[in-house]
């Protein structure tokens, strides 16, 4: 089980920190994808076990960091930054997936319930 927190309503230019535990598992790759309405769900960023390899999206490089912590089974998704077109509902995700197919929604078998991010511009 995932669980998400985190989200709310932020001004451009603004900062919200992302979190997400898991429970009853552990997953190679923890990370958050995101849909905005009337757009398919798009990855974001993902880090990898072992070694916390990070990997992210061109449209949030260097603005958006993601980290975890093995030994509390959290991931977090620190967004600086922000613009309007990050508005959307973010989802944590988890899975086992080889490095190749960590940017694909449909290769994660266990997602969070969403949390809303909108930035107001």
């Known amino acids: 089980q995932l669980q998400a927190s985190g989200g709310g309503l932020v001004q451009a230019g603004g900062s919200l920190r992302l979190t997400c535990t898991a429970s009853g598992r552990t997953f190679v790759n923890l990370g958050w994808f995101r849909q905005a309405p009337g757009k398919e769900r798009e990855f974001v960023a993902i880090?990898?076990?072992?070694?916390?390899?990070?990997y992210y999206s061109e449209s949030v490089k260097g603005r958006l960091t993601i980290s975890r912590d093995n030994t509390k089974n959290t991931v977090y998704l620190q967004m600086n930054s922000l613009k309007p077109e990050d508005t959307a509902v973010y989802y944590c995700?988890?899975?086992?997936?080889?490095?190749?197919?960590?940017?694909?929604?449909?290769?994660?078998?266990?997602w969070g319930q969403g949390t809303q991010v909108t930035v107001s511009s």
């Open positions: 880090v990898r076990r072992p070694g916390s390899s990070t």
């Open positions: 995700a988890g899975g086992d997936v080889i490095l190749s197919g960590i940017r694909v929604a449909t290769t994660y078998r266990y």
